[in-house]
Every structure is written in structure tokens, then in C-alpha cells.
């Protein structure tokens, strides 16, 4: 009959831009770990319910990546499910807070789509990459401020040398952009 | 028993028993006593639909295998079963009426292997035909047919097979399937990639008329449940039900299985071993539960010994081999003569499977000297003009594997060695040669390389890679459609015929024809073009 599997311990959490990545340590291999069940919540009662589950993994580390650009903290914990289907008890509470992107107080030169933590308006999404890239950006990506369409002229993913479904190889992509004067401090980036 | 090689110091059973109650509960899943099985409590309704199969055959017996799932789909991966453990009663006859039951026994179901058996049934006859089934509860499985290994010092005067590879549900029906039910097959040999771990999406799902599928299955597989979710998804499919009812199977797994391309522990997603172990882990758990696999098998952690030598008498012998486990990582050279992939540390098999690999091939006495396996072996370069350009993925990748190989298949004068490869998707086939840049050089064995069931979708016969596989002398077919490979094998011949279907995304009524059939003679190494090569 199934027993409990014991709740993971050494939780920790840290703070970035839009996200909050967690990590605890990996128990034994006996009872085998189907998932490790990720519980979020505002207050630092954390329900273990479907409605505050942000994510499962196998791995001993869990990005919460879809906090958006202004900074919120979020309480944690974390339930261990066995390949019986048998539930821990949830693990200790753990919190952090994600910090504040630039995109909430700079002032923006150029945007192409939406700080949402999704690419779904952007070309290629949710799953053309392996397929689609050499196909449509054969000369990489090539973007004009005000004149390309982010549905069909950003890829979603910019692949690298180490992505083999995009030919392993390096790519560029170029975003273009109109100033009224040249700005005297250097300005910065930001992709979410 | 033909298992021939001394595989662990203590007898499986007894280790699992030592290492627990979960691990005892595991090995019941085998096969009990009638005093150790649990009273049924009630049985959930129809609970074989993902179907019965059977597999590892021997002279004296099988492994017979069924799921318990009343609900298949149920996304956390239990089949719609309570946590509960269930004894599930077999029967094998000698007759499909079940008028001349032979063997009788029982297994317990447990949710720690989301209720799956693995009945090991021994004392049958050897090179003998079975029908099986199994009750639970008031509910009887369908019938399944079976087929026994000849005894070892027999001389079989034939064995039927067919090869089958890489079946992404998503790209298509399993027409592949409909037609090999339909042949005489004393086995059937799966060479990898019988699930894929990709979530599917719109973008990927080009099985058409199978309505809407649930968030569940739109993510990549990482967790157990998610695994378990995909192999029930794709084994509720008739066309593959039927297959495995049809024929033994003898199944080895391929990256997909895991991850896109693994090597070890090394992913090729920037992910550090101990994370990846813990992936492969529930992903080999899942490969367990979901195929006919003899405890042998049954994983221990991250690892899993799937490699394992069967026997056809004197006609042939299987080396079922494991190219991804025990790989070295991809090497940082790219190809470059010369560079890292042809450093002799390298492995495809790892040390201790290339030790086996070759004592079993240094005394085998059978005619056809088979390896079952993923991986091209033949050399391909994938530079047209007159550079060079090789996959490091493959045999290509491990070239001080490959020539210890063929030395020990030519210094031992190792009798007829037949190849079996999947992977590309595309029908092939190549001669083996000693030396691959010389197309004078002496042909050393055969390997025929059989297409996918369904990844990649509908195909062609031809495609832009066509040019490039058959720049390679040694290369005598190339078709890039859907099918499967049927072999029928005698003490003096190999006819392979390479099937292929003509649509498999519409729908699962696709025609299906034969698009090449070579004859591959004893003591002659290569391909005799009977029909169709050169595609
Ligand atoms: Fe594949």
C-alpha cells in the first residue's frame, strides 16, 4: 500500500527581474519522485490546492517566470508526489521578491511585443522554431521600429551555436531604430 | 534460458526483495504465488484499454504485459486507478479458444508502476504458437497471440520479422501498424523513439481527426506523470494495440524516450547531470511500465540494463544494444578529421556493453549475427561536394567504436552480420564496408535501415536529403515516406522488403506498397537489388 514520501528540505528562493527561481535538494531514488509540485501564493499561508500550483518538475530547481516587470513577493512551498501517486507533506515555506524591470520607469526608445512572460504575438510562437526558423529568417532577424510586424518579423526564440533544430549555428538579429537626437548616456535593453 | 551472460552477482528478485517493500511490490508485478496476491477491492470498468502485449521471447517462455487503466488519459498518469494494489490472473493456451489453457498464474498490479504487469511465464515449448489473456476483477483483456523462441541447438529453416522505428503520434496515423497485423511474424524488433517527448500543439499535430486534446498534453514530458500521460496516449491507438497482440516484440529505446539527442548524462539543453538523471529516471520508469520488458530491465534509479542477446536457434542471434545510456557526449570537434570524435576513449556502447557485445559475437555458432540498434553504423558523409561533413549523432561520431567493431567481426570471421538501424526516418539501406572512403574495399556486413512509422508525417519518396545519402557508394536505397521494414530470414538468405505508405496524416486508411526488396545472401555480405534500390 502507498506510504508518504517525505517533503523536500534546504528550499531556497531568490529574486530577479519577472521572476523568482527556487531550488531545494533532490532526495534519494526509493520511493521514486514523479514531480515535485510548486505551491505560490501572495500571503504566507500558502494553500496547497490546482489553484495555487505554478508549476511541477523532476529537477531540484523551479523558475517562476511569469511575475511580470514590477516587483511582487511570493511565498512558496513545495509537495513531493511518488511514482505510487502517494503526497508528501508540504515542504517549509519559503519567500522571495522579484525586483523592478527598467520597463517600469525608463523611458522606451523601441518595444517589440509585450512584457508578458509569453511570445505568443511573436513570429514562430508557440512552436514553429524547430521547423520554421532557416525557413523564414534565413539571414536571421532583421527588424525595423515602426515598419516590421512582430507576428511575423521577431522569432520568438533566438536561437544560438548550441541549438541543433536551427542548424547549430550563430545567428544574428538586428533591431533598428529611429532617434530624434543622439542620446548622451548609453542606453540599455531588456527582453521579458 | 538462452540469457546467456551472468548479469548481476545477486539474483534480481532476491535483490529486490532485500532493497524493500517497494521494491518487493515491483517484483510482484512479475508474477506471485496465489497466497501473496491481494483480495481484489472493486475494479474499475474496462480497465485494459491500452491492450496486452508480449515480448523477450525464449525457447521456453515470454513476458507477457498488460496495464490497468480505465480511464487512459487521466493526467496524473494513474490510468484513472485508486492507489490501490490488484491481483491481476493470466492465462496461455495452446489454442486462441482457450479449450487448452498451459500456463496459469498471477501478478499484482501496483500504483507504484501506475499498474502495469510483467508476468514472466516459463515451462512453454519452444517455437511454439500462444494465445494469452488476462482477467481482473470480472473483466477479461482481449486475446493476444504469442510466439516462443526455437530451442537453442535447433536449425529453424525460417523466422519472420519486422522493424519498426520512431512513431510521434502526432505526425500521423499508425497505418504502418494495420498492415503488420496483418503479416506472419514471429517477432517484431522496435529500434527507438516510441514516444516523443515534445509537447503537442497545434504546430506539431498533424494526425488529423482526433479532435481536441487537453493542456495536459501540450507540455514536454519531464515529470512521471507526463511521461506516463504520452505512452498511454500513444499506445490507446488500435493499429498499435493490435501490433503488440499480434507478435512478441523485442523493444530498445532511443533518445526520444528521454530527451532530444542525450548522451549519458548529458543533455543537450544546458541542464547539469544531476537534474537530467532525475528525468531520465522517471522517463525509464515510465519505458518499463508501458513495454513487455523482462525484470531484468526494470530500472534501478537512472539506469537501466537494456541491453540483452536473444536466440533463434542457429539461425540467428539478436544483440539487442543501447547507443544512448552509455554514450560519450558529443564531441566538441564537430567532425573535423582527425578531431575528438575519433579519439579511441570514445564510446557508443560504453566499456562494459562493448565487452559483451563481443564475447557474445566471438562464440556465436548461428548463421545471421543480428545487432538491433538505433544508430546509422555506416559512415554517411553529408558533404555533397568534396569536403567532408559528418553527423556526430551516429556511429560517425564514434569512429574508434565502430572499427573495434568490425575488427572483431572480421578477426573472428563472425558469421553474416546483419544490421538493424531507425533513427532517420527514411528507409535505407548500406553495405558495411572495411574501409568507407575506399568503395573497393571488402563489404563486411549488411544494415538495413528501416523508416518511421509516423515522425515526420506524410513524406515522399524522395526529398532534399536523397542527394546526400545516396553520395555514399555504399548506400543502396533511400525513401523518405511512412512504413515499416519486413524481413524473411532462412539459413541461406535475407530478403528485406521495405513498405511504405502513401498518406498517414488524413486519416489510417493509406495504401501501402513495397518500395524496394534486396536479397542479402549467406556468405556474402551486401545487397542483391531485387526490386526498387536507388529510389
Ligand atoms: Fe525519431
Redesign the interface.
Known sequence: ??TEPAPVTGATAEGRTGAIDLSWD?PG???????FAIHASKSPEVEISSATLVG??????FSHDTLGPEPVTRHYRIVT?D????RSTPSETVRASSTKSMTTYGRALAQVGEFDSKSLELALA???GP?GFRAAFPDGVDFVHGRSDPGTDWSYLHPGP?D?WAGRTEHTFRLRFTLDTVPEARSDSRSG | MVRSDARYPLDRRTFLTLTGISAAALAMGTGVPAHAAPVNSRVPADPFGLGIASGEPTPDGVVLWTRLTPEPLAEDGHGGMPPRDYTVEYEVAADDRFRDIVKSGRAVASPELAHAVHPEVTGLEPAREYFYRFRVGGEISPVGRTKTAPAADADPGSLAFAVASCQAWYHGHYTAYRDMAEQDLDLVLFLGDYIYEYGITEANLWRQGVGELSAAHAATTITLEQYRLRYALTKHDPHLRAAHAHAPWLVTPDDHEVENNYADDASQYGMSPEDFLRRRAVAYRALYENQPLHSDSLPEGPDMRLYRRLRYGKLAEFNVLDTRQHRNDVPSDGGTPGGEHTDPERSILGERQEEWLYEGLKVSDAVWNVLAQQVVVASIDRDTGPGTEYSMDIWDGFTANRERLFEVLTSNDVANPLVLTGDIHRHSATELKADFADPDSATIGTELITTSVASDGDGSDSDHLADLWLGNPHVKLYNARRGYLQVAMTPTEVTSEFKVIDQIEADDTGTVSTAARFVTEAGRPGLNEVSGGQQ
Not at chain 1, 29 to 35: A, I, N, Q
Not at chain 1, 83 to 86: D, E, F, L
Open positions: 500500500m502507498t533532490l531514488w526509493e520511493p521514486l519522485v514523479d514531480h511541477t518538475t523532476v529537477y531540484g530547481r508526489v511514482a505510487a501517486g502517494g508557440p512552436a514553429g521547423r548550441e541543433e
